[in-house]
């Protein structure tokens, strides 16, 4: 029994400080893990520099190694210091913990290590949970809250902005034809996107008055799309400030959250002062 309390010590101790963000402890594991994961970016982006890793590719693969086992043992950790294991393991987080733990090794068993580039750079996934240090936490919370609000507006938004560009593309189509490069339709609503859209790769323009005319109404048009989902957005991030300021939401009073996680099964965002974990009931 006292084997037991002591292992259930050490393995609290250890969730404490990888899951959690309230103690200097967790504070400097997070800031030391953000640091790895920026570096193991950077090596990947290096790697692809064929001159640079010509020339400095025994160090990086050397940083690579470190980086690689640094991860490794953080994974197992994770592992070991939850009751249930498959919770975190079959988690989003989870999966992207694994995906970016693996590479190295597979490319010691299959070719073409450099497939595997696309997946380290997964990697940047994990700054996400590193967000969970308190003082991220309120201005997440609000974020979230406001892009919620805003959905039904911004899908109507999209909707009608699809709608736009199929008709537009549909006239440019018919105005232009086939000698100024829109062929197809579909190949017209691209024209018409990328115009919105303000990017104007120029494979495509027009060539007759109309269709000029037609695409600097399309540009002008495209100045204010651009801006209608940033101000929708921005007035529910306001209102969600005001309210949070007021102490109030629609929905109640404002829940503080902390960076609290469970041992059993590991989710996290619990309220200040909570016993229990709201998923599963465990103590927290």
């Given amino acids: 029994m006292k084997k037991n309390n002591s292992q259930s010590t050490w393995k609290s101790w250890l969730h404490e400080i990888i899951y959690e963000a309230?103690?200097?402890?967790?504070?400097?594991?997070?800031?030391?893990?953000?640091?790895?994961?920026?570096?193991?970016?950077?090596?990947?982006?290096?790697?692809?520099?064929?001159?640079?890793?010509?020339?400095?590719?025994?160090?990086?693969?050397?940083?690579?190694?470190?980086?690689?086992?640094?991860?490794?043992?953080?994974?197992?950790?994770?592992?070991?210091?939850?009751?249930?294991?498959?919770?975190?393991?079959?988690?989003?987080?989870?999966?992207?913990?694994?995906?970016?733990?693996?590479?190295?090794?597979?490319?010691?068993?299959?070719?073409?290590?450099?497939?595997?580039?696309?997946?380290?750079?997964?990697?940047?996934?994990?700054?996400?949970?590193?967000?969970k240090l308190v003082q991220f936490i309120g201005e997440a919370s609000q974020l979230k809250t406001a892009l919620r609000a805003s959905r039904a507006k911004i899908f109507v938004f999209v909707y009608a902005v699809l709608i736009l560009s199929v008709i537009m593309g549909t006239i440019m189509y018919l105005i232009e034809g086939d000698e100024a490069g829109f062929t197809s339709i579909p190949r017209s609503i691209y024209w018409t996107i990328v115009t919105l859209t303000t990017v104007g790769y120029g494979d495509i323009a027009p060539q007759t008055n109309i269709g000029q005319f037609i695409a600097t109404i399309i540009m002008v048009l495209g100045y204010g799309i651009i801006a209608v989902p940033t101000g929708i957005v921005t007035v529910e991030y306001a209102r969600q400030e005001k309210d949070g300021k007021d102490g109030k939401t629609e929905?109640?009073?404002?829940?503080?959250?902390?960076?609290?996680?469970?041992?059993?099964?590991?989710?996290?965002?619990?309220?200040?002062?909570a016993q229990f974990c709201f998923n599963c009931g465990s103590p927290l």
């Fill in 251 to 273: 929905e109640g009073p404002t829940i503080h959250l902390n960076t609290q996680s469970c041992e059993n099964c590991s989710v996290g965002g619990h309220r200040d002062g």
């Fill in 22 to 131: 309230d103690t200097p402890e967790g504070k400097w594991f997070d800031l030391i893990l953000f640091a790895v994961i920026v570096l193991s970016v950077i090596l990947v982006m290096l790697e692809s520099v064929s001159e640079f890793d010509a020339k400095y590719h025994g160090e990086l693969l050397v940083l690579e190694w470190a980086v690689t086992i640094f991860f490794t043992v953080e994974y197992i950790a994770r592992i070991i210091c939850i009751r249930k294991p498959s919770h975190y393991i079959f988690s989003f987080y989870g999966i992207i913990d694994f995906l970016s733990t693996i590479p190295l090794y597979l490319s010691y068993i299959f070719a073409g290590s450099q497939v595997f580039l696309a997946v380290r750079a997964l990697r940047l996934l994990r700054i996400f949970r590193i967000l």
